[in-house]
């Protein structure tokens, strides 16, 4: 009820209104403003009726016309016939009617992990021509970027069940921060209508069986050496090259009795050997992009490694590419032990820049053709 009590308040009747913008004149600037404008009264008497065809302008009900004389700006002028002295004034119309355009849908994450495609329908009108005209360049650009980063913020704070049952009320947010952004600019935003294209990722705490949560959480433990069929359930046992120990935070791990590599050694041998006998000719011309790796180690050095499945049977290998990866992955060694852990999830690492994806994210999740050639 606040709400619509607000918003009723907001849609006040267009009325005359003193210009604003303009800064005090000495009284040698008004003197010289009102001898020039006083000249060019008289020319227009003198050339008229030929200038009457340039000097009168027609405004329609729907439109007011701003007047700038001698870079002054006047009161909005219109409906009817309005008087422009040549030479010195200049004029802008402002639609008073109410328009429309659309956020084009884009790729959003919610809440609980969910990749969904969005997108949105505005329509709005014009309160006040003079604000309209002085505080934005380009107002219907300035409109569409406040419209598409308010949607932005407002989903990321709900999961998709909230976003698919609640549309209406979101909606109704969504008019109340964009009108508190756009009032500003003589604007007022009168409907917005939320538009779920498509779900392209199910949320990341919903049942998936056995698998691990994302692409990335089973390339990172590829990466470290471990077994993809081990992880999944699989009957063959843990080896001790392939040895993936939990490790609590609260008590210090205990030595680890054998020769064979720590989650804290970068291992490439391990990358190769789980990658290179699964690449082939087919698998090159499913992906058909090349990936790079950038391993962040704790104690600063970074571990570079390439996937390139653009030629031939595919590469695999320590350091970069030859050519330009379409895809750069960035990540610190805690972070890919959190995301085999489950304690951190690959979309939240992704959105809160733990993990970096420098690329196409449509090219990125060619990944999972890669891991499906494994099991």
């Not at 340039?54 to 007011?64: G, N, S, T």
């Not at 429309?100 to 495609?117: H, Y």
């Not at 304690?343 to 690492?349: C, S, T, V």
Request: glycine share 8%; proline share 8%.
């Amino acid at each position: 009820m606040a709400e619509s009590q607000a918003i009723g308040k907001r849609r006040c009747p267009l009325r005359a209104r003193p210009p604003r913008g303009n800064a005090p004149q000495s009284w040698p600037s008004c003197l010289c403003h009102g001898l020039i404008s006083f000249l060019g009264f008289l020319l227009l008497l003198i050339t008229f009726p030929v200038s009457g065809w340039f000097a009168l302008k027609i405004v329609p009900a729907y439109e007011r016309m701003i007047v700038f004389r001698l870079g002054r700006i006047r009161t909005p002028q219109g409906p009817g016939m309005v008087l422009l002295l040549p030479f010195i004034d200049s004029f802008q119309r402002v639609d008073l009617r109410t328009r429309a355009f659309n956020v084009p849908p884009c790729k959003l994450a919610s809440k609980d992990g969910a990749v969904l495609s969005v997108g949105a329908d505005v329509q709005f009108r014009i309160w006040d021509p003079v604000l309209s005209v002085m505080t934005v360049k380009d107002l219907n650009m300035a409109t569409r970027m406040t419209a598409q980063n308010a949607m932005t913020k407002a989903l990321l704070k709900r999961p998709l069940r909230e976003i698919q049952m609640e549309k209406l009320k979101i909606s109704d947010q969504l008019l109340l921060e964009i009108n508190d952004v756009t009032r500003a600019w003589g604007l007022e935003v009168d409907r917005v209508e939320l538009a779920v294209e498509a779900v392209l990722q199910p949320p990341q705490d919903s049942p998936a069986g056995p698998s691990l949560d994302s692409t990335l959480q089973q390339l990172a433990l590829h990466f470290l050496g471990g077994s993809m069929s081990s992880v999944a359930g699989g009957a063959s046992p843990l080896g001790p090259a392939d040895t993936l120990e939990m490790v609590s935070e609260a008590e210090p791990p205990a030595p680890h009795v054998g020769a064979g590599p720590t989650l804290k050694q970068p291992v490439a041998e391990g990358l190769l050997t789980a990658l290179q006998p699964f690449l082939s000719e087919a698998l090159v011309s499913q992906v058909g992009a090349c990936y790079q790796f950038n391993v962040t180690l704790p104690s600063g050095t970074q571990s570079t490694y390439f996937l390139d499945l653009t030629t031939g049977q595919g590469s695999v290998g320590h350091g970069v590419p030859n050519g330009i990866p379409d895809v750069v992955v960035e990540m610190a060694e805690a972070d890919l032990r959190a995301l085999l852990c489950r304690e951190l999830r690959p979309l939240g690492a992704y959105m809160s820049g733990r993990l970096k994806v420098k690329g196409d994210l449509a090219v990125a999740m060619k990944l999972e053709a890669v891991l499906r050639a494994l099991n």
